[in-house]
C-alpha cells in the first residue's frame, strides 16, 4: 500500500506520527511539499492525504482521498473521480477552533468599533467615545450548526446573549448550547429577531444565495452579519446596498462568491465591512495542525483495518 502526504504545512513531529501509523499498516509513505514534487511513479498511490487532482482525475487505483479541509464542493462536479469508487474524507472538525475564534473576534470589531478606532488613532486622532453594541443580550442566529457554528455558539455563550437559535437543514443538533435549533424551512421566521446573524454553511445546491436580497431585508435594522462558511450563500450586491444605506451596522466576510477578490469589487470599499482573505481557518494553529493528522490517522487505522471511515463525505449532501 502506498500513502502519499501533500502538505506544506506539517512539521516534523506530523512527519513522524504519519510515519509509524503507516509502518504500523505496512504501507510505504512519501511526504511532498506540492503535487508538482510528485513522481510519477508514484500516480499509482492507494491513499492521498492532501490535494492531488492530478492523480485523483487520472487514476483508476486511489481508493481513498482525504483532503485536510473541511469545504469539498470543489471535488464535487461530475467525473472529478476517475475511480468512481474511491473514498472521499474531509477534516471537518479540526477547524472550529480557529474560525469560531475569528468570528468572536470579527464581531468584537464590529460592535466596539475597533476597526473606526485604530483607523483614527494610526491618523493621530484622539476622538471621543460613540455608541456601541455588546454580545451580551444579543440575539445571536447560527446559520450552520456543524463543528464550526456551534464551536463559536460555546463561545459566544460566555458573553451572556439574549438567546442562541441554530438553523441547519435537518433543525437538530446533538449539542445543548443552542436555545433552540430550527429547519432553515423556518429561516424566515427567526431573522426578524436577530442582531448577529452568524453563518457557517458549505457550499451546496441548497445554500447558494440562501442570505437573499430579501431574507436581508428581514433582519432588524442595524443587525450583523458574519461569514466564514462559503461566499456562495451570500446575494454580495445586496450586501453591500444594504451596508451602504445604513440597514445593517456592519458586515465581516472571510469568504466571497469569487477568490481572490478582484481589485474593482465595490465590497473593498465599503466601511462598514471587514475583509479578511479567507483566513479564518487553515493550518495556521498548532491546535489545528494536530488534530487535522489526529483525523487522518484515526481514519488510517479504520481503513486498514476494514471498518468504515468516520469522516467520510456524503456526496450527494456535499459534505
Known amino acids: 500500500m502506498k500513502i502519499l502526504v501533500i502538505n506544506n504545512m506539517l512539521e516534523q513531529k506530523h512527519f ?32 492521498i492525504y492532501g490535494f492531488a487532482p492530478s492523480i485523483v482525475k487520472t487514476s483508476k487505483t486511489l481508493k481513498w482521498l482525504c483532503v485536510p479541509w473541511a469545504g469539498v464542493d470543489s ?34 470589531i464590529l460592535m466596539r468599533r475597533l476597526d473606526e478606532f485604530m483607523t483614527e488613532t494610526k491618523n493621530g486622532l484622539w476622538l471621543s467615545p460613540r455608541p456601541q453594541k455588546s454580545l451580551k ?3 445571536i442566529t447560527v446559520l450552520g450548526t456543524g463543528d464550526i457554528g456551534t464551536t463559536f455558539a460555546k463561545r459566544a455563550r460566555a458573553f451572556e446573549p439574549a438567546a442562541i ?28 429577531q436577530t442582531d448577529l446573524l452568524a453563518m457557517s454553511l458549505p ?6 444565495g440562501i442570505l ?32 451602504e444605506n445604513g440597514h445593517l451596522a456592519g458586515a465581516a466576510l472571510d469568504v466571497f462568491q469569487k477568490e481572490p477578490l478582484p481589485a474593482e469589487n465595490r465590497l473593498w470599499k465599503i466601511k462598514k465591512l471587514l475583509i479578511t482573505p479567507h483566513v479564518a481557518g487553515n493550518m495556521t494553529l498548532p491546535y489545528t495542525k494536530d488534530k487535522n493528522v489526529q483525523m487522518f490517522l484515526e ?17 450527494k449532501l456535499g459534505y
Open 203 to 208: 457550499a451546496t445546491s441548497e445554500t447558494k
Open 75 to 108: 471535488l464535487m462536479v461530475p467525473d472529478y473521480f476517475a475511480n468512481e469508487n474511491c473514498l472521499l474524507t474531509n477534516s471537518a472538525g479540526a477547524y472550529g477552533v480557529s474560525i469560531a475564534e475569528h468570528m468572536i473576534a470579527v464581531s468584537l
Open 137 to 139: 443580550d444579543c440575539r
Open 212 to 243: 437573499s436580497r430579501e431574507r436581508m431585508a428581514m433582519l432588524p435594522e442595524r443587525a450583523y452579519i458574519v461569514n466564514v462558511g462559503r461566499g456562495s450563500a451570500i446575494d454580495e450586491e445586496a450586501l453591500a446596498e444594504n451596508l
Open 165 to 192: 437559535i441554530g438553523v441547519c437543514r435537518s433543525g437538530k443538533s446533538d449539542s445543548q448550547i443552542y436555545d433552540k435549533v430550527l429547519p432553515v424551512s423556518q429561516l424566515d421566521s427567526i431573522l426578524p
Open 299 to 315: 481514519d488510517l487505522k479504520n481503513f486498514t483495518e476494514e471498518k468504515a471511515l468516520k469522516y467520510l463525505v456524503d456526496r
Open 16 to 47: 513522524d506520527q504519519i510515519k509509524s501509523a503507516a509502518s504500523e499498516a505496512g504501507a510505504q509513505v512519501f511526504f511532498y511539499k506540492s503535487e508538482a514534487e510528485i513522481p510519477q511513479s508514484n500516480f499509482d498511490a492507494d491513499i
